[in-house]
């Protein structure tokens, strides 16, 4: 088949959904497809002469600036990697099927006409946090068949009457990179991972405002943070901050550490999470609903009610101080997560393009 994933701009720096399209993308062009990945530099077109040539030369641009595109990611090179103007219809490729994925992409993708293939809207957030909300939810009403990666997602998706026109179908983890290196008797106790991020709603300072009430009852507490921007001025000096990890710096991160703590107040799955606990970190989460899928509070993760940093403080201190309780939810969570694997996600998502009836 001939499929095109449709994402709403081009990144040269790490996003999780990004990483989510071109997992598949790779998978897929694996299994023998055609598959195109379509980066704009606008959605819709912006007018003006000034306009247009920046557009035309906007792809030599990137190519200079990354001669590999997204340099991030590992990208077979039988994938089709397009930088186009815009989501005008003469610059996507024809195809068997569409994938839309940000909300900005579904507009486009549904005024295409039957060339450009069976139309697809790869949901992996309810994006009320990158758009208007009216403007979001007008996507999930659209005559595009929804797939999204989590239960809450699905659950969104029947209560707008789209539940006959839905496919939940949760992301894969790649467990021949993220997995223990280091055993969990091998870590420190009290070193802990967390992601740190420029967005409100992802949590950053309940994370460092828990981690210091922990580190006044564990003077010795350790902690590391990673994000994809230059380190926060909020970050108070003795933890320390990785800019950019690569996949293998990520993992070393991951292992050195016993615990990952997750802080978003929402979330679509929590793929940092999900990573963290194939590598043995025990998690302690704010309970946004994007780990749900996979978390559960006192088996999985010890959680915590999201914006409460004192609660999340508690959590960590139990995990830090009872070495039972934090092996426990460590194998636990471990076992858990080793059924999301990219084999299961892919057949399930080659099998609804393979055999989905309009």
């Known amino acids: ?20 399209v071109y997992e598949y993308a790779n998978h897929l062009q694996n299994r023998g497809h055609r598959v195109s990945v379509v980066h704009p530099r606008n959605v819709a077109p912006h007018p003006g002469l000034k306009q247009a040539i920046k557009s035309y030369l906007w792809p030599y641009k990137i190519h200079w600036m990354d001669s590999k595109l997204a340099p991030w990611f590992p990208i077979n090179d039988g994938v089709r990697m397009l930088l186009v103007p815009d989501l005008r219809e003469a610059f996507v490729p024809d195809a068997d099927a569409i994938f839309a994925t940000g909300y900005q992409t579904a507009f486009p993708v549904d005024s295409y006409g039957m060339r450009k293939g069976r139309k697809y809207y790869l949901i992996q957030h309810h994006e009320i946090w990158d758009g208007m909300e009216d403007d979001v939810n007008r996507t999930w009403v659209l005559p595009l068949h929804k797939v999204v990666i989590a239960r809450w997602l699905q659950q969104l998706a029947g209560e707008f009457g789209e539940g006959d026109r839905v496919t939940y179908i949760p992301n894969g983890i790649d467990f021949t990179h993220f997995k223990t290196t280091t055993p969990l008797s091998n870590r420190p106790a009290h070193r802990i991972a967390m992601m740190a991020h420029r967005f409100d709603w992802k949590g950053t300072p309940d994370g460092l405002e828990a981690l210091e009430i922990v580190q006044k009852e564990i003077p010795l507490l350790d902690a590391v943070l990673f994000g994809t921007h230059p380190r926060p001025a909020n970050v108070p000096a003795w933890i320390r901050y990785t800019q950019q990890p690569s996949a293998t710096e990520l993992r070393a991160i991951y292992n050195s550490c016993s615990i990952f703590l997750h802080t978003s107040w929402t979330e679509g799955w929590g793929l940092p999470s999900a990573e963290a606990m194939s590598c043995g970190c025990a998690l302690v989460a704010a309970a946004n609903r994007g780990v749900l899928d996979f978390a559960e509070h006192e088996v999985t993760a010890l959680l915590a009610p999201i914006k409460r940093p004192s609660l999340l403080a508690e959590q960590l201190l139990r995990a830090v101080r009872d070495h039972s309780l934090r092996r426990r939810i460590a194998e636990a969570g471990k076992r858990q997560i080793q059924q999301y694997t990219w084999k299961r996600a892919v057949d399930s998502l080659e099998g609804l393009l393979l055999n989905h009836k309009v």
Not at 1 to 17: D, K, N
């Open 1 to 20: 088949m001939r499929i095109t994933f449709v994402l709403p701009r081009y990144l040269c720096a790490p996003a999780g959904g990004f990483k989510v």
